[in-house]
Nanobody, 124 residues
Framework: QVVLVESGGGLVQAGGSLRLSCTVSGRSFSNYYMAWFRRAPGKEREFVAALKWDGDYTFHADSVKGRFTISRDNAKNTLFLQMNSLKPEDTAVYYC?????????????????WGQGTQVTVSS
C-alpha cells in the first residue's frame, strides 16, 4: 500500500519560514515525479513545485519561485518543501503527490498518489 504522509505545517507570521516534509512508503518511486500542491480556502488545488525522484530536475510555479524550494532525501524516502518569505496568500492546505508519468504534469489529474495534507497558515 502506497502511503504519503505530510508534516511540518503550522501557523507562522508573514516573512517567516516553514519546512514541510512528506514521507513516502509502499513502493519504489524511482522515475516518479514528486510534487507539492496546495488548496487555499475557496480555491482549486494548484501546483506548487515538483522534482524527479531520480535526478536533479526541479520545477517551481511562478508564484513561489525564489521563495520555495523542493528537495528530497532518497535514503529517508522523504520529500521536502522549504518555504521562506511566507505571505498571507500562501495560506493553504499543502499536499504531496506522486506521478508515474514520464513527463511533468502540472494538473492534479496527472498524479496517482496523494497525502492527506498539512495546514499552513500565514498571519499578516
Amino acid at each position: 500500500q502506497v502511503v504519503l504522509v505530510e508534516s511540518g505545517g503550522g501557523l507562522v507570521q508573514a516573512g517567516g519560514s516553514l519546512r514541510l516534509s512528506c514521507t513516502v512508503s509502499g513502493r519504489s518511486f524511482s522515475n516518479y515525479y514528486m510534487a507539492w500542491f496546495r488548496r487555499a480556502p475557496g480555491k482549486e488545488r494548484e501546483f506548487v513545485a515538483a522534482l524527479k525522484w531520480d535526478g536533479d530536475y526541479t520545477f517551481h510555479a511562478d508564484s513561489v519561485k525564489g521563495r520555495f524550494t523542493i528537495s528530497r532525501d532518497n535514503a529517508k524516502n522523504t520529500l521536502f518543501l522549504q518555504m521562506n518569505s511566507l505571505k498571507p496568500e500562501d495560506t493553504a492546505v499543502y499536499y504531496c503527490a506522486a506521478a508515474s508519468s514520464l513527463t511533468l504534469g502540472l494538473q492534479r489529474s496527472s498524479y496517482d498518489y496523494w497525502g492527506q495534507g498539512t495546514q499552513v497558515t500565514v498571519s499578516s
